[in-house]
């Protein structure tokens, strides 16, 4: 962990705090699934900040909720969808080495045991969570209740204040490629301007005599499109995407199969696909 | 309330498609996930969505919780949360707070905030927050619990958004030089 620049690390903290843009969040959701370090580093921070989801008041949903997540589960067994993007982690640890267990009892121990240091950090505690009343008791839905140095700015200064909305290059699009609950394989890149593709291998190579050929999948057209067959080398570019609709190549999804080497030999797949995906929006920084 | 060690019983016997064992699940975190995407999307239906499509990811990558990693109370709401944050994001150019719903949402209880009952981790958390500026107290406790944009912040604060945008980094990182991260 030591090895990421403060950008990375201030790009970890500020995902988990909440405040980065669309497209900064689906970047840094692409480097979790590509990148097992960072996503620990992005997990670290959501262990920590986590502790703040004690102070926030439970309310119950409503009974529909359940039934609509039973629902959607039942499906999802029968339908096994491609569940993207998932960070790569670690398979489930046994559960008999129980480790909350330990990491629990300590916690009381160590409670009991630091209630002197607890009693000098209490002011600065006290104060703190004075501030949390006032927002999470009334900050949320009144404003109106709220001292005037808490409240949000009225809707005439905000006009005033709101810089005009940075010009932006053309939007990117990714896809991570991976198989169900496992790790990618692919990264595919859409540049929206140029509908140009790139497809950069990050996991499997092909078995030899062999070729992996990328597919257009769409409900919107009769049958899966190729896209040609994914090169050997890291990163394989082509412009074939100009020839779709922008609707299409938004929505689709895209999936690798397993063809005779140099690809299909009449434009149909062969193999169910190994590993796919659908492209989210994410754009390139600015700077 | 069920003990994390028992939540991670159960998200074990969930991953192994355990539907009794997520039933029990949902009963034991949903008013927590509950609260905390409402506070961010502050509306009730944009909120059950969010949950509703948390917990099927739950369900559905619950094999890949690392208990070593996370606790599993964090962990569930921090998929609830991730969601209602991508949502807010999403739906930036349209205010939320000027749905007439969103009042609806005072009906909440916030919990007890009796010190006995924080873990030693939100201590040592709050005891690194108190040493920011009280600006920068209420700006990362603003962004984290509302889930507001560098945008919305700016507006608060009265200050350019790129100034905000120094303002969190730095405050992120005097918080992990404090914890020791």
């Given at each position: 962990m030591m090895a990421y620049s403060e950008d990375h690390i201030a790009l970890a903290a500020e995902y988990v705090l909440g405040t980065l843009d669309a497209g900064e969040r689906a970047q840094v959701d692409t480097m979790m699934s590509v990148d097992k370090n960072f996503t620990a580093m992005v997990l670290a921070w959501e262990q920590k900040l986590g502790a703040?989801?004690?102070m926030v008041g439970s309310v119950e949903p409503r009974a529909e909720v359940w039934e609509k997540i039973r629902a959607a589960i039942g499906q999802s067994e029968q339908q096994a969808p491609i569940v993207l993007p998932q960070p790569e982690l670690e398979p489930?640890?046994?559960?008999?080495?129980a480790a909350p267990v330990v990491a629990d009892t300590s916690n009381v121990i160590r409670l009991a045991a630091n209630a002197r240091r607890w009693r000098t950090i209490a002011t600065v505690t006290s104060a703190i969570a004075a501030a949390l009343v006032v927002m999470i008791g009334v900050g949320v839905?009144?404003?109106?209740?709220?001292?005037?140095?808490v409240r949000p700015a009225s809707k005439t200064q905000v006009a005033e204040v709101k810089p005009a909305p940075a010009p932006r290059p053309s939007a990117q699009y990714v896809a991570v490629l991976q198989k169900d609950g496992g790790g990618p394989a692919f990264i595919l890149t859409v540049d929206e301007a140029t509908r140009n593709f790139t497809v950069r291998k990050v996991g499997a190579s092909a078995e030899p005599g062999s070729s992996f050929e990328l597919w257009l999948i769409s409900d919107k057209l009769p049958k899966p499109r190729s896209l040609g067959v994914i090169g050997n080398g890291d990163f394989t570019s082509r412009p074939?995407?100009?020839?779709?609709?922008a609707d299409i190549v938004k929505s689709a999804t895209y999936a690798v199969t397993v063809e005779q080497s140099g690809g299909s030999p009449d434009g149909?797949?062969?193999?169910?696909?190994i590993f796919a995906g659908k492209l989210i929006e994410t754009v390139p920084p600015a700077r | 309330m069920l003990t994390p060690a028992e939540l991670v019983w159960l998200i074990a016997a969930v991953a192994k498609g355990d539907q009794a064992a997520f039933e029990r699940l949902y009963a034991a975190t949903r008013a927590k996930l509950f609260g905390v995407v409402l506070r961010i999307l502050r509306r009730q239906d944009l909120a059950e969505e969010v949950i509703q499509e948390a917990y099927v990811k739950i369900w559905n990558s619950?094999?890949?919780?690392n208990p070593g990693q996370s606790s599993p109370i964090t962990w569930m709401a921090s998929i609830a949360r991730n969601r209602a944050i991508d949502v807010v994001r999403k739906r930036?150019?349209?205010?939320?707070?000027?749905?007439?719903?969103?009042?609806?949402?005072?009906a909440d209880t916030p919990d007890p905030l009796?010190?006995?009952?924080?873990t030693e981790d939100l201590k040592r958390l709050l005891e690194c927050v108190g040493q920011l500026e009280p600006d920068r107290q209420k700006l990362v406790l603003l962004a984290y619990?509302?889930?507001?944009s560098r945008e919305q912040l700016a507006e608060k604060f009265a200050a350019p958004v790129n100034t905000v945008k120094t303002w969190l980094r730095r405050s992120m990182m005097d918080i992990r030089e404090c914890l020791g991260l």
């Open positions: 703040l989801n004690q489930f640890a046994p559960v008999a080495e839905s009144r404003p109106d209740l709220l001292p005037g140095g074939l995407l100009t020839g779709y609709d149909n797949p062969h193999s169910t696909p | 619950a094999g890949l919780f930036s150019e349209t205010s939320i707070e000027e749905e007439p719903a969103a009042m609806e949402v005072a009796a010190r006995r009952e924080m619990y509302n889930g507001w």
